[in-house]
C-alpha cells in the first residue's frame, strides 16, 4: 500500500497537476489542427520535458497524446480532414454525419467512446504489464533477440501494404543504429573520423525531424488549399450517448479489445489500430450498407480502437523496452534519460514512479471528458488559427528543441535531414515506423545475438532451446511466412 | 577483430545484404509497371507552395551556418520573417510574431530550461 501512497504523492501534486493541464490543452490543440500530429506533439514535448522530474515528464506526454488522439476527431467532422492520421479511417463518415445535421452525435460519440477506450486501454496495461514483468524476469538473451526480432517483423508484415518497402526502411533505421562506437565490439563504425558520428546519432532529433519536419513540409506544400468549415450546431454533445452505448456495447469492446492488442504489437499504433477497428465493424454489421453514408457505428468502434491503442502501445515499452508505437518509441528515450529504465525490473526499482504513470493515465482519460467538451466548443476559433504563423512558429520550434538535446548545432542537421528523409520517404510510400523501430531496437538486436551466439558457441538451434524462446522464434518466422505462403497461394489459384 | 566470429562488420553487412535484395527486387516491380524514373509532387507545380518550401528549407540551413555568428535572436527573428511571408502573412502579422515569438522561446529555452542558445554578435549585450 506504501508504493501506491507514494504514486498518489507523486501525481497529486500542485505542478505535476499544472503540467498535465497544460499538455492537455497543447495536445487538443495539436490534434485539432490537421497536419499536426500526436506523435509530433511528442517530439515537440520533448525538449521541454528534458529537464522536468521523471513524473511529470512522463505525464505531459502521456496526457497529451491522449487528448491529440480524440481531439483529431474534431476536424473530421468539421473540415473532413483528419486532425490526425488516427482518426483517417472514419473522417468520411464522421464528416457526412456533419451535413446530415448529426454533427454534435459524432463528435459526441468520438469523445465518450475515446473515453472508453482510453480507460479500457490502461486497464489492461495495469494488469498486464507486471504481470508480463514477472515471466521477462527470466527472460535470457535468446528471449530478448526473438522479442525484437518478432517486433521488428510485425511491424513490416503485419502493418502494412506494401512489405518490401517497410523492410527497406526498416533496414535503414537499423543502419543508422550502427553509426559510432555503442557497439558489442566498441569498435567506430561508420564515423569518418568525425567524433559527432562517433557518439552515435542522438534520436530525439532525428524524430524531431521525422515527425515534425516532414509534417511540416507536407504541409506547406498544400498551403494554398483553403479550409472549408462545415456549418453546424453544437449543443449538448452528450445528448443521445446512453442510447448509443446501450445499441452498440458489443462495438466499443471489440474496438477497445483490438486496439489495446493492435498498440501493443510493435509498429502499428492509433491509426493502423483505427483502419482495422473500422473494418471489422464493417464486417460484422447488421447495416454494412449504411457505412460511408454517416453511420455512428463505424466511429465507435474505432474512435474506441485508437485511445486504447495508445495505452496498449506502452506495454512492450514498458516491460521489454521495445515499443509499440511511434509515441512509444520516442518515450523509450525518455524514460532512460529519466533513469526509468524499461524491462522487467522496473516495477520493483521505480514501482512508485510507474504506479504514479497509470493513475496519470486513468487521470488524463477522465480529464478528457471536460477538457473535450471545451475543445468542441471552441473547435471554431482552434481550426482559425493562421498557418501561415504557426507553421514557422513549430519549425523555429523544432530548432530549439533539437539543439537543447545536446546543446549542438548538430542536432539541427540532423533534425533537417532525417526532416527530408522522412519526407522523401512517406512521398514514395515507404512507411517510416519501421525506420524508428529500428533505430530504438538496432542495439539491442546486435547485442543479444551477439551475446546469444557467444553462448551458444555458434550452434544456430541453440535460439530455438530454451521453451520461451522456441515458441517465440517460431511465432517470429510465422509472422514472415504466412503473408508470404498465403501470397503464393493466391498467385498459384 | 581478431579471435572473434561475430565482429563489428557483421550486423552492418547483413543490412547491406538485405538492402540490396530488397533494391534489386523494387527495381524489377518498378521495370514491369513501367513506372516513371522519377515523379514530382503535385505542389512543385504550384508557385506559392514550391517557393514557401525552397524558403523552409533555405532558412532551416541558414540558421545552422548562422546561428553561431549572429546568435539566435537575430537569425530566429530573421528567419521567422522570411518563412512567414513565404507563406502569405501580412508584415504588420509577420513583424510581431517574429519578434514576440522569437523573445518567448528565448525565456521559455534560454531562461527557464536554462538551454545556453548561442548569443553571437549580440554576446556584449547578453542577459
Given at each position: 500500500m506504501g508504493v501506491l501512497a507514494q504514486a498518489f504523492a507523486l501525481v497529486f501534486d500542485p505542478y505535476v497537476l499544472w503540467v498535465i493541464l497544460a499538455s492537455a490543452a497543447f495536445g487538443l490543440f495539436v490534434g485539432a489542427v490537421p497536419g499536426l500530429t500526436a506523435t509530433m506533439a511528442t517530439a515537440l514535448l520533448v525538449p521541454v520535458t528534458f529537464f522536468m522530474p521523471p513524473v511529470p515528464a512522463i505525464a505531459s506526454i502521456v496526457t497529451a497524446t491522449a487528448m491529440a488522439i480524440f481531439a483529431g476527431d474534431i476536424p473530421s467532422c468539421l473540415l473532413r480532414m483528419p486532425g490526425t492520421p488516427a482518426s483517417a479511417a472514419y473522417t468520411d463518415e464522421a464528416y457526412a454525419l456533419t451535413k446530415k445535421g448529426?454533427?454534435?452525435?459524432?463528435?459526441?460519440?468520438?469523445?465518450?467512446?475515446?473515453v472508453i477506450g482510453g480507460l479500457f486501454g490502461t486497464a489492461v496495461l495495469i494488469a498486464a504489464a507486471p504481470a508480463l514483468a514477472e515471466v521477462a524476469l527470466k527472460f535470457s538473451s535468446f528471449e530478448y533477440f526473438w522479442l525484437v526480432v518478432l517486433g521488428l517483423f510485425s511491424a513490416v508484415f503485419l502493418a502494412h501494404a506494401n512489405p518490401l518497402k517497410g523492410i527497406v526502411s526498416l533496414l535503414f533505421g537499423l543502419l543508422v543504429s550502427a553509426i559510432g562506437l555503442d557497439n558489442p565490439a566498441g569498435f567506430p563504425r561508420f564515423t569518418f573520423?568525425?567524433?559527432?558520428?562517433?557518439?552515435?546519432?542522438?534520436?530525439?532529433?532525428?524524430?524531431?525531424?521525422?515527425?515534425?519536419?516532414?509534417?511540416?513540409?507536407?504541409?506547406?506544400?498544400?498551403?494554398?488549399?483553403?479550409?472549408e468549415m462545415a456549418q453546424t450546431k453544437i449543443g449538448n454533445v452528450f445528448r443521445g450517448m446512453w442510447t448509443l452505448t446501450k445499441r452498440y456495447p458489443i462495438q466499443a469492446l471489440r474496438g477497445s479489445v483490438l486496439g489495446t492488442a493492435i498498440g501493443a504489437l510493435p509498429g502499428a499504433g492509433a491509426d493502423i489500430a483505427a483502419w482495422m477497428s473500422y473494418a471489422m465493424s464493417k464486417r460484422f454489421s447488421k447495416e454494412p450498407e449504411k457505412f460511408g453514408t454517416g453511420h455512428i457505428e463505424g466511429i465507435i468502434e474505432a474512435?474506441?480502437?485508437n485511445n486504447s491503442a495508445l495505452a496498449g502501445a506502452w506495454i512492450p515499452a514498458l516491460v521489454f523496452g521495445i515499443p509499440g508505437d511511434s509515441i512509444t518509441a520516442i518515450v523509450i528515450g525518455v524514460l532512460y534519460i529519466k533513469g526509468l529504465n524499461?524491462?522487467?525490473?522496473?516495477?520493483?526499482?521505480?514501482?512508485?514512479?510507474?504506479?504514479?504513470?497509470?493513475?496519470?493515465f486513468i487521470l488524463a482519460n477522465l480529464l478528457m471528458l471536460p477538457l473535450g467538451i471545451a475543445a468542441i466548443k471552441c473547435a471554431k476559433q482552434m481550426l482559425r488559427a493562421p498557418r501561415e504563423v504557426l507553421m514557422p512558429v513549430i519549425l523555429l520550434f523544432c530548432v530549439v528543441g533539437s539543439f537543447a538535446i545536446n546543446n549542438s548545432i548538430f542536432g539541427v542537421v540532423l533534425m533537417l535531414a532525417f526532416g527530408?528523409?522522412?519526407?522523401v520517404m512517406e512521398e514514395n510510400g515507404f512507411p517510416v515506423a519501421p525506420a524508428i523501430l529500428g533505430m530504438v531496437l538496432g542495439a539491442m538486436l546486435e547485442e543479444n545475438f551477439?551475446?546469444?551466439?557467444?553462448?551458444?558457441?555458434?550452434?544456430?538451434?541453440?535460439?530455438?532451446e530454451r521453451p520461451i524462446a522456441g515458441s517465440l522464434g517460431i511465432l517470429a518466422l510465422a509472422v514472415v511466412s504466412v503473408p508470404l505462403l498465403r501470397r503464393l497461394y493466391r498467385a498459384a489459384r | 577483430m581478431p579471435g572473434q566470429k561475430f565482429g563489428p562488420a557483421w550486423f552492418p553487412g547483413l543490412i547491406a545484404i538485405g538492402l540490396a535484395i530488397c533494391g534489386a527486387l523494387l527495381v524489377r516491380a518498378g521495370l514491369r509497371e513501367h513506372a516513371p524514373l522519377f515523379a514530382m509532387p503535385q505542389w512543385m507545380q504550384r508557385q506559392?507552395?514550391?517557393?514557401?518550401?525552397?524558403?523552409?528549407?533555405?532558412g532551416l540551413v541558414a540558421y545552422i551556418l548562422l546561428a553561431d555568428a549572429l546568435g539566435f535572436h537575430i537569425t530566429g527573428v530573421l528567419i521567422l520573417a522570411v518563412w512567414m511571408r513565404a507563406l502569405g502573412a501580412s508584415w504588420r502579422?509577420?513583424?510581431?510574431?517574429?519578434?514576440?515569438?522569437?523573445?518567448?522561446?528565448?525565456?521559455?529555452?534560454?531562461?527557464?530550461?536554462?538551454?545556453?542558445?548561442?548569443?553571437?554578435?549580440l554576446e556584449r549585450w547578453a542577459f
Open positions: 448529426e454533427g454534435e452525435l459524432a463528435l459526441g460519440a468520438g469523445l465518450v467512446f475515446s573520423g568525425n567524433a559527432e558520428l562517433a557518439g552515435g546519432f542522438t534520436l530525439i532529433p532525428i524524430m524531431i525531424g521525422m515527425f515534425a519536419v516532414s509534417e511540416i513540409i507536407r504541409n506547406i506544400g498544400s498551403i494554398d488549399e483553403p479550409w474512435g474506441a480502437s524499461p524491462g522487467p525490473t522496473i516495477f520493483m526499482n521505480n514501482a512508485a514512479s510507474i504506479y504514479a504513470i497509470f493513475l496519470v527530408l528523409v522522412a519526407y551477439i551475446s546469444s551466439m557467444i553462448k551458444a558457441d555458434g550452434r544456430i538451434f541453440a535460439f530455438f | 506559392r507552395p514550391r517557393r514557401a518550401v525552397a524558403m523552409v528549407l533555405a502579422v509577420t513583424a510581431l510574431v517574429a519578434v514576440v515569438a522569437t523573445v518567448v522561446i528565448h525565456f521559455a529555452f534560454y531562461r527557464v530550461l536554462r538551454v545556453p542558445l548561442p548569443w553571437g554578435v
